[in-house]
């Protein structure tokens, strides 16, 4: 048994009741300086994580910002729809599969129809090809990596994670990089069209917007055993940021693009990565482009030809013993001079002509010199006008070739757009002589490529306002006329979309009279 | 006298553990007023973030620097003041078409929970970038 004097225990027990107070203050104050210290900490994370997803985002969408900037030499033959910069990038790309798109279309119809020739089917696989390579070629930039981390760090490197250390960088996050992917399948792409630019039998999928239908993005347009493959760009949207699993979803691997082997991205995603004094951290985001640029489907460098003719052909007893060509203007011909007929006589015979038309005719009142039903040689017309300007309608054509007057001796006509300035958009429509003031881009000796087909052909009319007479009596005269209206496609692809051909025969007859 | 001893021990002991407790305190309460004024300050310091990035955003999405200006001003405009984050202010807006970047600094005006002796108000400054995205890609 252990027994201790009192006096040496209450010293001991005195002892740690003196210094219970501060121990107490001291653990408390340990415990509120860990506690701030880990507040600080946890602060630092979520804030540099906050930091971080922020500078990521910001990063993403500059990339899908500046991606538009991404652009590749536009083909000459393409150069119409590449703007003042001559070159091709997302912005301008479906103008460039717009014009390839109308210029197969057209290709089509004229297979339907029967007036495809063999340079016809050569201009619309040219165009195509032309069209894809450019593509191509596009793609290529667009899923570079070296050019899209650019853009990501052009961004990051004014952004930073501080909270996760002084100065801590943001930086693509390796060995991913930019990944891209195909959204907004089926929206609409940034070119607008109307159904009746296209020829007829032609029908394309669209997506209608209010008042305005656009061609369908990343969905097959099909014209001439043909896929077109348009990326969207929703009217009225900015860049922006997306989920992570709609990109997901939408990439070519989780769904592939049946219109392309080589559809052009249209969002971006990148991971980036801070590395500072409290760790590494990651974020990830995701981005759609949008060059909020909108265009019209065109051929913008593309023109129309209207060309007239007039001819008198002689007859005597049923045969063509002349041909003699007239102008616009009521002419006296002298077209048979002394030939025999079967009863033993001669004929000398006159016939006015021309008289169909009156002195200083405009091209409209010349096209309508005489009675017949035009709707079919117009409506051609205006769809190919349409191809150019897709608003011109029967009433500006009317009042387009009611300005023209016809002069001298010049029969041909080139109906073609002036543009205001190189972006090639908002034509006006004028009209010219072959030889008058034309575009510099003009070619006007090019022909269109398609077979000539006759569209509209006027009733004859006989003896009026063109007829004939004969010096001799007993001689039977009789003059016809009549016109046909031929229409000669083009693609568009060498500038020409059709010519419309006017040719008006004043057939003059001479026979004996009586058996 | 043995109970006058004792008086004295225990009168002794109760004054020793109130200096302790007075010179403890001293210690322990500005370290925890510290501790409530560093939260008061990062939680500023975050809302201050989250406005600069959204003043920042708003002026991103305009196609000049007075209608940036505009846009980042009435974001703040919605700001509204609490117990620590008294005022917000736009102290800087750089919009530069030819970076492609806006740039907005803002200033938070913080009430601290607990007053620092000769310190006022505290202003936080923070800044955020982000790409102009309201401007058509180049033709």
């Known amino acids: 048994m252990h027994t201790r004097a009192p006096g040496r225990t209450h010293k001991r027990f005195a002892r740690r009741q003196d210094g219970a107070s501060i121990a107490l203050i001291a653990i408390c104050a340990v415990v509120l300086i860990i506690s701030a210290f880990g507040i600080f900490q946890y602060y630092s994370v979520t804030g540099g994580s906050r930091q971080l997803r922020n500078a990521v985002d910001a990063a993403v969408l500059n990339v899908s910002k500046r991606v538009c900037e991404v652009r590749v030499p536009a083909d000459k033959e393409y150069l119409d729809c590449a703007g003042q910069s001559k070159q091709v990038g997302l912005g301008n790309i479906n103008r460039i599969w717009g014009?390839?798109?109308?210029?197969?279309?057209?290709?089509?119809?004229?297979?339907?129809?029967?007036?495809?020739?063999?340079?016809s089917s050569g201009a619309a696989d040219t165009a195509f090809s032309i069209a894809n390579n450019m593509n191509t070629?596009?793609?290529?930039?667009?899923?570079?990596?070296?050019?899209?981390?650019?853009?990501?760090?052009q961004l990051a490197a004014y952004r930073g994670a501080s909270l996760l250390g002084a100065d801590t960088p943001i930086s693509k996050s390796q060995p991913t990089g930019v990944r891209v992917a195909m959204v907004n399948r089926g929206q609409g792409a940034n070119l607008s069209y109307r159904p009746t630019q296209f020829p007829k039998g032609i029908t394309i999928p669209g997506v209608k917007q209010g008042s305005t239908e656009y061609l369908a993005g990343y969905v097959p347009v099909a014209a001439n055993n043909r896929q077109f493959c348009f990326t969207p760009f929703p009217p009225n949207e900015m860049p922006h940021l997306i989920s992570d699993t709609i990109f997901d979803q939408n990439t070519v691997e989780a769904k592939p693009i049946q219109a392309s082997a080589t559809p052009l991205p249209?969002?971006?995603?990148?991971?980036?990565?801070?590395?500072?004094?409290?760790?590494?951290?990651?974020?990830?985001?995701?981005?759609?482009?949008?060059?909020?640029?909108?265009?019209?489907?065109?051929?913008?460098?593309?023109?129309?030809?209207?060309?007239?003719?007039?001819?008198?052909?002689?007859?005597?007893?049923?045969?063509?013993v002349k041909t003699i060509p007239y102008q616009f203007e009521p002419k006296k011909l002298l077209g048979v001079d002394g030939l025999p007929l079967k009863n033993g006589g001669v004929v000398h015979g006159y016939a006015w002509v021309g008289k169909e038309y009156s002195p200083s005719a405009t091209i409209w009142q010349?096209?309508?010199?005489?009675?017949?039903?035009?709707?079919?040689?117009?409506?051609?017309?205006?769809?190919?006008?349409?191809?150019?300007?897709?608003?011109?309608?029967?009433?500006?054509?009317?009042?387009?070739?009611?300005?023209q007057t016809q002069t001298g001796q010049i029969s041909k006509y080139v109906i073609f757009p002036v543009y205001q300035d190189e972006t090639n958009s908002n034509p006006q429509i004028q009209i010219q002589p072959i030889n008058g003031n034309l575009p510099a881009w003009l070619t006007p000796q090019v022909i269109a490529e398609g077979s000539q087909m006759i569209v509209a052909q006027e009733p004859k009319q006989v003896d009026s306002p063109n007829y004939a007479w004969a010096m001799e009596p007993g001689v039977k005269k009789r003059a016809e006329l009549s016109g046909k209206?031929?229409?000669?496609?083009?693609?568009?692809?060498?500038?020409?979309?059709?010519?419309?051909?006017?040719?008006?025969?004043?057939?003059?007859f001479f026979d004996s009279e009586g058996p | 006298m043995p109970c006058n001893k004792s008086k004295y021990a225990i009168r002794s002991r109760r004054g020793l553990t109130l200096v302790e407790a007075t010179s403890g305190f001293i210690v322990i309460i500005p370290i925890a007023l510290g501790v409530i004024d560093l939260v008061a300050?990062?939680?500023?310091?975050?809302?201050?973030?989250?406005?600069?990035?959204?003043?920042?955003?708003?002026?991103?999405?305009?196609?000049?620097?007075?209608?940036?200006?505009?846009?980042?001003?009435?974001?703040?405009?919605?700001?509204?003041?609490q117990s620590v984050a008294k005022q917000i202010n736009l102290v800087q807006v750089q919009f530069d078409p030819a970076k492609g970047q806006v740039s907005v600094v803002t200033e938070m005006v913080t009430k601290m929970p607990v007053p620092i002796p000769f310190v006022g108000d505290i202003n936080l400054k923070t800044a955020s970038t982000q790409p102009i995205v309201g401007i058509p890609a180049p033709e």
């Not at chain 1, 709707?375 to 608003?391: D, G, S």
């Not at chain 1, 010519?499 to 057939?507: A, C, D, K, N, V």
Request: aromatic letters at 8%; proline letters at 4%; one cysteine or more.
């Open chain 1, 485 to 508: 209206y031929m229409w000669k496609p083009g693609t568009g692809f060498g500038q020409s979309l059709g010519e419309l051909q006017l040719s008006r025969t004043t057939e003059i």
């Open chain 1, 366 to 403: 010349i096209l309508n010199a005489v009675p017949g039903d035009r709707t079919e040689p117009l409506n051609r017309m205006i769809q190919r006008i349409q191809e150019i300007q897709p608003n011109f309608s029967l009433q500006q054509l009317q009042g387009l070739l009611r300005s």
């Open chain 1, 99 to 119: 014009k390839a798109l109308l210029i197969n279309a057209n290709q089509e119809a004229m297979m339907k129809e029967g007036s495809a020739t063999g340079q």
């Open chain 2, 41 to 81: 300050l990062i939680s500023a310091n975050e809302i201050n973030e989250q406005w600069a990035e959204m003043a920042c955003r708003a002026a991103a999405t305009r196609q000049s620097a007075n209608t940036a200006q505009k846009a980042a001003q009435n974001c703040l405009d919605d700001f509204e003041p």
């Open chain 1, 137 to 153: 070629t596009l793609y290529s930039s667009l899923t570079n990596a070296s050019t899209l981390d650019n853009f990501f760090q």
């Open chain 1, 266 to 320: 249209n969002a971006f995603r990148s991971l980036g990565e801070a590395t500072g004094l409290r760790g590494t951290l990651t974020a990830s985001a995701c981005a759609v482009a949008n060059p909020q640029r909108q265009y019209a489907i065109a051929i913008p460098h593309a023109f129309i030809n209207i060309q007239m003719d007039n001819v008198s052909k002689w007859y005597v007893e049923g045969k063509l």
